[in-house]
């Protein structure tokens, strides 16, 4: 009953079919296979191509292959969503930890060195923030060396010259050009010092 057949006279007119009187009589774009008998054509019959959809196990099969195809989906987004989320994470959090370190650092604050994990180049900019924290902390040691070592050179000068005025102030010492052209020698040191520290 899912294939349309017709049957023919000799003529070409319809004798029989099984989808009613549709095409009563044959014509020359459907194809009609000859009806024999003892080498003689007495008719002839052609048959219908059947929809595949017509066919009860070809929708099943469309049905279950939809729904397959649904599921397949909704489990590839699935396991997409949960693979991004985990990428996600393992590049955010050596990132975090990178960020935490670098703000701890602009507070003057010592960081922690916690193993990174994570790609190389995630690694390779942890390596380079430690390094970078090093090199800081050895540049204070050096600046608090040098501020000491400026503060030492300037104290001699300034304290001699303190001396002399207070002397000469108090009438131990008498105040003559001689002990003014040493003050100013010390002031000029001082001067020189100071210019120093510009450069």
């Given at each position: 009953q899912d294939i349309p057949i017709s049957v023919y006279n000799e003529q070409g007119i319809l004798a029989a079919s099984n989808r009613g009187v549709g095409r009563a009589r044959a014509s020359q774009d459907h194809e009609l296979i000859p009806l024999k008998e003892s080498g003689r054509v007495i008719g002839y019959y052609s048959t219908g191509l059947i929809s595949f959809r017509t066919s009860p196990a070809s929708r099943e099969l469309i049905d279950t292959m939809t729904t397959?195809?649904?599921w397949g989906v909704l489990l590839a987004l699935g396991i997409s969503i949960a693979?991004?989320?985990?990428?996600?994470?393992?590049?955010s959090r050596p990132a975090q930890s990178i960020s935490s370190s670098l703000r701890q650092?602009?507070?003057?604050?010592?960081?922690?060195n916690e193993k990174i994990s994570g790609s190389e180049e995630m690694k390779s900019i942890a390596r380079s923030v430690?390094?970078?924290h090093q090199r800081l902390k050895q540049?204070?040691?050096i600046r608090s060396q040098w501020a000491q070592d400026i503060a030492h050179d300037l104290r001699t000068p300034v304290s001699s010259m303190k001396a002399q005025f207070e002397a000469m102030t108090d009438g131990v010492l008498p105040v003559t050009p001689e002990r003014l052209q040493r003050v100013s020698k010390?002031?000029?040191?001082?001067?020189q010092l100071i210019n120093d520290l510009k450069y």
């Open positions: 397959v195809l649904a693979a991004a989320a985990y990428f996600s994470r393992q590049v650092m602009t507070e003057g604050k010592a960081i922690h430690r390094s970078l540049e204070q040691v010390e002031l000029l040191r001082m001067e």
